[in-house]
């Protein structure tokens, strides 16, 4: 569906093989096609707009290199730009878990992976670090939420904490931290409920349950397939409850991954982890360079 | 009211504003370069122009505005279909709470086997709808199931069978196996049915919903949209995107999690709410 971003770029560039270096008319055209390839991959248009300002003064006045056309090396260029805004300082794996009990606070928008992604990550602190987890759905609202966790626990072999009816969120979240301590977990993970960024109700029904647990880390779980509104909703779940990192799901679909690079420009916050599939093993650690090549399109 | 003239910077400031909806690059071109034609150079207020925008979106999508078709075929055989996490079991308690409003004898299949607690989720909406949920264990098969609701709505007379699918997405060769073979199956039993395929998409998604489109349409012969999630803040402009490449009906759209938060698709409206209509 989407023509290769290299082959685009050939034909603008077909004439000016053979000039010097890069004009700042030519990179102009040439990120004008860019442009278009970041808003068919969803990257939300402020961040598309930033980012090619930012190519643009990068790549005005470049030598063209001999070895490749000026179009393929506008690409390397965006390419590489891509990968230094998408790539965080530390290793995306590694989850601030140490300090038993550690709480690791799973939220997002309704439907995200929430639920699936608390499953896959527990599994992988037990499988892979020898991890004790404890994990809790907070969900009090979704028919079947708490099975379903309570389920996905079974399959897995982590435990889960006992399903009381009637108690509200933060009831569920103290009664998960002081199991969690009493039990000696290394970690216990909190699956909250779908909400939108924009309901005052229950973003201070998280923050404050948060306040009571004081998580390690606070993952927001986002569909990769999400469009223009991931700023919105990155920017907002980390003002009002302060995120650690992102969760991209569904990375296993044909979506291009555009909202990896809006989130990331708009909160700073690494993205850990990408999730493949619905299996419980289905889970890698984030890599900006495979992400970069499906946001162009190649 | 300061005005402005309908200049190329101006045009290109629309189609941002389009853009930002989801709408897609090839779209908002179209869309803002019909509601120019024939006005270029003109000095309009910012009211002005939005309206004209909002027109233009609404004449685009008033062609695929419509409910649900019911037929007097018992039972009127409704699959529903969608990538994961969608809306799709929320979508159909709210659909059976409407048809049995309306009087009709309704079935619900749960037809996700595979999820876990999938098959609880929709007992409860059942409950809510006070609707009858058939189910399989997990694992079993769910054309199987489908083949056995079918049989089980005959011998009830019900007027409404809706069967609920897994989440798949579009680009996995073995699910959407799995989803033509739940169609063959129904077929077998009643060559007319499914006589409606519904797919469910979230508005928050961005353009992988034309992927969606195209592929849930060649596999299951989708027969109409339900758009979910229209209570946040996306505005699903990717509708429109669709309007134009596929001209399948809207049904309904979801705006919220309760059971009576299932509206019509009213074009009029949602033009407004993406264009910005009457908010300054
Ligand atoms: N293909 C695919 N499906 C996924 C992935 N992660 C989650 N899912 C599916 O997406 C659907 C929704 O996942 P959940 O974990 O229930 O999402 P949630 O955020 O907990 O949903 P709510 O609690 O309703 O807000 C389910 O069908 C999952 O199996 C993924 O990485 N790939
Ligand atoms: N805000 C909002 N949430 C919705 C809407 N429709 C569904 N949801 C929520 O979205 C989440 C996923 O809904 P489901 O009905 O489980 O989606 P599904 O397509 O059946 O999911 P899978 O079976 O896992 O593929 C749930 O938390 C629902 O409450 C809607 O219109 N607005
Ligand atoms: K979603
Ligand atoms: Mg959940
Ligand atoms: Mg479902």
Known sequence: ?298 | VTRRVLDDDMIEQLEELLIASDMGVDTALRVTSNMAEGRFGKKLSTDEIKQMLADEVTRVMEPVAKPLPLYSKRPQVVLVVGVNGSGKTTTIGKLASQFKSAGKKVVIAAGDTFRAAAVEQLQVWGERAGVPVLTAPEGSDPASLAFDAMTRAQEDGADLLMIDTAGRLQNRADLMEELAKIVRVIRKKDETAPHNTLLVLDATTGQNALNQVEVFRNISDVSGLVMTKLDGTAKGGVLVALADKFGLPIHAIGVGEQIDDLAPFDPKDFAKALTGVGSS
Do not use: C, W
């Open chain 1, 1 to 298: 569906m989407f023509e290769n971003l290299s082959e685009r770029l050939s034909g603008v560039f077909d004439r000016l093989t053979k000039q010097g270096a890069l004009s700042e008319e030519d990179v102009k055209t040439a990120l004008r096609e860019v442009r278009v390839a970041l808003l068919e991959a969803d990257v939300s248009l402020p961040v598309a707009r930033e980012f090619i300002k930012k190519v643009q003064d990068q790549a005005t006045g470049q030598a063209v290199t001999k070895s490749i056309t000026p179009g393929q090396q506008v690409v390397k260029i965006v390419h590489d730009a891509l990968v230094d805004t998408l790539r965080g300082e530390e290793d995306p794996g590694a989850l601030k878990i140490d300090n038993p009990p550690a709480p690791i606070l799973m939220v997002g928008l309704q439907g995200g992976g929430k639920t699936t992604t608390t499953g896959k990550l527990a599994k992988r602190l037990k499988d892979k670090e020898g991890k004790k987890v404890l994990m809790a759905s907070l969900d009090v609202y979704r028919p079947a939420a708490m099975d379903q966790l309570k389920v996905l626990g079974a399959q897995i072999g982590v435990d889960t904490l006992p399903i009381v009816p009637g108690q509200n969120p933060v009831d569920i979240a103290k009664r998960a931290k002081q199991q969690a301590a009493l039990g000696g977990y290394d970690v216990y993970m909190l699956d909250t409920a779908g909400r939108l960024q924009i309901d005052e109700v229950l973003m201070q029904e998280v923050e404050d349950v948060r306040d009571v647990v004081s998580p390690r880390e606070t993952l927001l779980v986002v569909d990769g397939l999400t469009g223009q509104v991931a700023v919105e909703v990155a920017e907002e779940f980390d003002a009002k409850i302060g995120i650690s990192g992102v969760v991209l799901t569904r990375m296993d679909g044909d979506g291009r991954g555009g909202a990896a690079l809006s989130m990331r420009a708009v909160t700073g916050k690494p993205i850990r982890f990408v999730g493949l599939g619905e299996k419980m093993d289905a889970l890698e650690t984030f890599e900006p360079d495979r992400i970069a090549g499906r946001i162009l399109g190649m």
